[in-house]
């Protein structure tokens, strides 16, 4: 049987809403008639909100000659690593694909591929990453001398104090041995093998990450901490330690990052988001990372000059920092076969770091990846 006499294929429109990238239908004059959810996660708005609203109107293009091209209903174009200004969104590197509907004049069908995601997503296996954040392998030895001191310092001191302050000592042991730990998978970054992962809860990760950082400050925090978990996730495959590292880093950066402004407001959200997949392994299976964590600031947001190196080493915004914390939260979050990208909302103001993990039910069986 052909496909033209079949009436059991789903409809053209559902097809369309099921592509992992940005599609939309423009009439006459380049106005939305019609997104898929991919389309609504790119711009940032409902569809509702969208349909009616004219493209130029959410995206800007600066190509005069794309510009020309779009402007021809009935000519097919293609274009590569264009930067666009996004409503709300600022600038994305993308690409695009534009073509006339059979049978429609002055209907055209759009495509959009986020190029500035997949940046972040690409493999840095083998780079000049890796090379940098060796220094911690040859300063291993002297830092775990002082760790073990504080930890026989903090056993003695908890033989001592109350029982309700015995869980300040419980923190610190728990604390040193979880560093400790770090410490030796830092040892292993040039290794040829990735740490073992284990099926992990996320928000006893994101908890712990928490308390350590407001035991860690004098005072009360001045900013406010919102919480938006999804308590029905299932459990991702990780590392509980890296976990509990990777969002104190994301915490404390969003933390530092919205210190000056009014009313300084951390958010740390998780939520099931389907479409993320990343090929990985011989096998060439696409492994899918439908949980993200995302962190979240009111600051001012990153020089915009800096946003495409912030996870490179030696880049940073601090005047007293070193540049290696979110490399290093990107090498722990890869090695989960996780993956981290960040994007700035310039209509509510929000600077977001998304983590994608995978669920540990869905590669409990696979091959563990071996990097270069």
């Not at 003695?156 to 979880?178: M, Y």
Request: aromatic share 2%; net charge neutral.
């Amino acid at each position: 049987m052909s496909l033209d006499t079949r009436t059991d294929l789903p409809d053209a429109q559902r097809l369309l809403a099921s592509l992992p990238h940005a599609v939309l239908l423009l009439e006459n004059g380049r106005t939305i008639a019609w997104l898929n959810p991919a389309a609504e996660q790119f711009f940032g708005q409902s569809a509702r909100r969208l349909v009616g609203t004219r493209l130029r109107d959410i995206m800007s293009i600066s190509d005069r000659r794309l510009l020309d091209r779009l402007s021809d209903s009935e000519a097919p174009v293609s274009a590569r690593e264009i930067v666009v200004q996004i409503k709300g969104k600022g600038a994305r590197r993308i690409d695009i694909n534009v073509g006339p509907v059979a049978d429609s004049p002055g209907w055209q069908v759009v495509s959009l591929h986020d190029n500035s995601a997949s940046e972040a997503l690409g493999d840095d296996s083998g780079g000049p990453d890796n090379a940098v954040l060796r220094g911690p392998e040859i300063m291993a030895h002297e830092i775990k001398n002082p760790l073990a001191g504080i930890r026989g310092a903090a056993q003695l001191l908890a033989r001592k104090v109350d029982e309700r302050d015995k869980a300040l000592t419980d923190l610190i042991t728990g604390e040193v041995d979880r560093v400790a730990g770090l410490i030796e998978r830092m040892q292993k970054l040039s290794g040829r093998t990735t740490p073992p992962v284990e099926p992990c809860n996320l928000h006893e990760a994101a908890r712990r990450a928490i308390d350590v950082l407001n035991a860690a400050k004098a005072e009360k925090p001045a900013f406010r901490l919102v919480e938006e978990f999804d308590p029905s996730l299932p459990s991702v495959l990780g590392s509980p330690d890296g976990l509990v590292q990777v969002m104190m880093n994301l915490l404390s950066n969003a933390a530092d990052a919205c210190k000056h402004v009014a009313e300084p407001r951390v958010i740390i959200r998780t939520r099931f988001a389907s479409g993320l997949q990343l090929h990985t392994g011989d096998d060439g299976a696409p492994l899918r990372l439908p949980i993200e964590v995302r962190v979240s600031d009111n600051g001012p947001g990153i020089d915009p000059a800096m946003r495409d190196h912030i996870f490179e080493p030696f880049v940073t915004t601090k005047k007293s920092g070193q540049g290696l914390g979110l490399p290093l939260v990107r090498k722990l979050v890869r090695d989960m076969n996780g993956r981290i990208t960040h994007d700035r909302d310039d209509e509510n103001g929000l600077t977001h770091f998304r983590i994608h993990l995978p669920l540990a039910r869905e590669t409990r069986n696979r091959p563990r990846r071996k990097t270069a």
